[in-house]
T-cell receptor
Framework: DVKVTQSSRYLVKRTGEKVFLECVQD?????MFWYRQDPGLGLRLIYF???????EKGDIPEGYSVSREKKERFSLILESASTNQTSMYLC????????????FGQGTRLTVV | GQSLEQPSEVTAVEGAIVQINCTYQ??????LSWYQQHDGGAPTFLSY????GLEETGRFSSFLSRSDSYGYLLLQELQMKDSASYFC????????????FGAGTRLFVKA
């Protein structure tokens, strides 16, 4: 079974802190994605990566950065956390090519206080 | 840019059939996917349509009309466990194969 593992299920951080969200997949997928999910807004793409060290901005990249040093790991970084970044963060991975299924991690519920 | 429109909520009774519609606007369309998400869970893949027509997988079917930029998910013989949120998603060629999701449709199945 494909497994996408996010490092934390729940996280509470203070405003201004640097926050790292880690995601690891075990199926050698080329593509990895970070989304945030907020009520009524669905899943909004923050960043995605289609290869090691390659990254592309999604629809809401402001305030975030990413790192993909190894194929299996994709990290989301909040450089200086703010309260409007309180959200559910979902990592996903998929094989290369069209029409491929995305597999999601269980999510990290981040609260910034 | 890209956008997807789907109803926010749908209610149906157990055993009935329900259709969840999705219209999309995207610069480089490759296909339409559907995902299911139960409360507290991760989204899980249901189906993918790249070509026009109906794809059937058990009780669930998905339809696509590329000329109308429209698709739907059809759920038959509804069960209580089908109560969940359903998201349509497009694979967009605008800068890699990024996947963009709609806001989701909350399905309530009543006894």
């Amino acid at each position: 079974d494909v497994k996408v593992t996010q490092s934390s299920r729940y996280l509470v951080k203070r405003t201004g802190e640097k926050v790292f969200l880690e995601c690891v997949q075990d199926m050698d997928h080329e593509n990895m994605f970070w989304y945030r999910q907020d009520p009524g807004l669905g899943l909004r793409l923050i960043y995605f990566s289609y290869d090691v060290k390659m990254k592309e901005k999604g629809d809401i990249p402001e305030g975030y950065s990413v790192s993909r040093e190894k194929k299996e790991r994709f990290s989301l970084i909040l450089e200086s956390a703010s309260t409007n970044q309180t959200s559910m963060y979902l990592c996903a991975s998929s094989p290369a090519g069209e029409g491929t299924e995305a597999f999601f991690g269980q999510g990290t519920r981040l609260t910034v206080v | 840019g890209q956008s997807l429109e789907q109803p926010s909520e749908v209610t149906a009774v157990e055993g009935a059939i329900v259709q969840i519609n999705c219209t999309y606007q995207t610069s480089g369309f490759y296909g339409l996917s559907w995902y299911q998400q139960h409360d507290g869970g991760a989204p899980t893949f249901l189906s993918y349509n790249a070509l026009d027509g109906l794809e059937e997988t058990g009780r669930f079917s998905s339809f696509l009309s590329r000329s109308d930029s429209y698709g739907y998910l059809l759920l038959q013989e509804l069960q209580m466990k089908d109560s969940a949120s359903y998201f349509c998603a497009v694979r967009d060629r605008g800068g890699g194969f990024k996947t963009i999701f709609g806001a989701g449709t909350r399905l309530f199945v009543k006894a």
